[in-house]
DNA sequence: CGTTCTTTTGATGATGCTCAACTGGGGTGG
DNA sequence: CCACCCCAGTTGAGCATCATCAAAAGAACG
């Protein structure tokens, strides 16, 4: 199914992936990777792929092939729990890689879904890994991004099971403002790009909680909301609120 | 401060681990793999480690160098939240691996400790990664192990996002049971190696709460339970309230 | 056989959920 | 252009679940 298209041509470089010339190199797969080893990574990413808003990704249980990565956008990924209702168990910017939780059993474990028009590479897995062999920073640096993904969700575990809400919708806020200023985007004002809803479950919170959190927060100067723009007023005190050292009352 | 274990001994080879002599191969790290890779496999496999009841296999922040596969015996793995309390990430038994989280910073991420007297495999990462150059059959298992490790952690999140107490308690059960019968054990009977207080912090619940669930249970003739050893009399209706299709009034 | 730690059980209360009503913004069609 | 609708979000009241506090009972260990 992938668009095959000579490399040399000007134009199709709008459709075929460049890790080179994609400004998320730095955060992405590539990272830390020579020019030459660029190159050979450029050679086996598939193309790339327009997803619109509210459409998917893949879904659960749909065979594992790809990785992707995100080059532009948000998504969300949930699992549809046994009574019915999903739970969001992350929300993805640029940089970031999916699929992985799908190369244990060949199959997708959840859905993903943009949260916004967005754009992913998509990365052959078994021609990645292929590559690990002759490229053995790519091989570690890829273990490191999937430790990585196992330390998040040990975060959010530590979130649910130990964290009241207030604290909770804290660390979530300050979780977003950091990542943002890893893209070079200020810290301080953003869009949400999830409802009110998915806020919820992905902290373990019903919607009314969420919107409950965030007129208290903002009764209490700590942060300005209008809907789905937001910015953090005190990021110290929202930070001490996550670390559970500060209160709201 | 690890607890470090002295190295000097009698005799070396009774103490130097051997994957294919090992009864936990089938579920280990060398799953699948031949005669000849097993053997490459013992080549950087590092020694043997006993590591008595309640003592650390490691802690945080400690420098990473080794996963280690367990060998005989129970471990749990927690972080410490902000506030003091210990959340518990993780019980893990025989045939899986332990530190696969501290690849992304080279720091372990919480601590491991022994829920009874357990020996582990030393696996020098640097050198398994080396060796994934050379047997794709054994980076394409890790992959799979670290991959599975993801999900394990999503139904975690699950289960702490979305699940009551009861229900909780019940997809701990039933996980427990299936693993040991992965295992060659009984599925119906078998000792809770952890305390209830454990429990409760794998739950997000207290011991109060994870008491009177045993209770609970018990008067409605789903288990038994006499201290530690537990015995699931109607696996059928526990699997069904884990998945929130039956209730225990 | 006493000491200590773990577990059980009871009484009370707070946090966050449920149900319900209301608000406001954005889009559509008359 | 305005009326209307629809959906997301907000706010309020009451309640259920689970945490907290307290005390007793039972196991484990020297």
Do not use: W
């Not at 168990?89 to 640029?94: E, I, K, L």
């Not at 200020?186 to 019903?206: C, D, H, K, V, W």
């Not at 919107?211 to 208290?216: F, I, K, N």
């Amino acid at each position: 199914m992938a668009i095959v298209l000579p490399i040399t041509t000007i134009n199709v470089s709008a459709l075929k992936a460049s890790c080179s010339a994609c400004s998320m190199h730095q955060l992405c797969l590539p990272m830390g990777l020579g020019e030459s080893d660029i190159h050979k990574l450029d050679q086996i990413i598939g193309r790339r792929r327009k997803v619109p808003k509210d459409t998917l990704l893949y879904r659960m249980d749909d065979p594992f092939t790809n990785l992707y990565a995100i080059r532009l956008g948000h998504f969300k990924t949930y699992q549809v729990s046994p009574s019915g209702d999903q739970l969001v168990t992350g929300f993805q910017m640029a940089g970031e890689l999916l699929g992985m939780d799908a190369i244990s059993t060949d199959r997708h474990h959840c859905d993903a879904m943009a949260l916004e028009d967005s754009e992913v590479c998509e990365i052959p897995f078994a021609r990645l890994e292929e590559l690990f062999g002759t490229i053995p920073a790519l091989l570690h640096h890829f273990h490191r991004m999937m430790s990585q993904e196992i330390t998040r969700e040990q975060s959010v575990m530590l979130l649910l099971g130990n964290m009241r809400a207030e604290q909770r919708f804290a660390a979530f806020l300050v979780n977003l403002s950091s990542r943002y200023a890893e893209r070079g985007y200020s810290p301080a004002i953003f869009q949400l790009r999830m409802s009110r809803e998915e806020i919820g479950n992905y902290l373990g919170l019903t919607i009314e909680s969420i919107s409950r959190l965030l007129s208290r927060l903002k009764k209490q100067g700590l942060i300005r909301v209008a809907n789905r723009e937001i910015e953090l007023l005190d990021p110290i005190r929202l930070r001490a609120m996550a670390a559970g050292t500060e209160f709201c009352d």
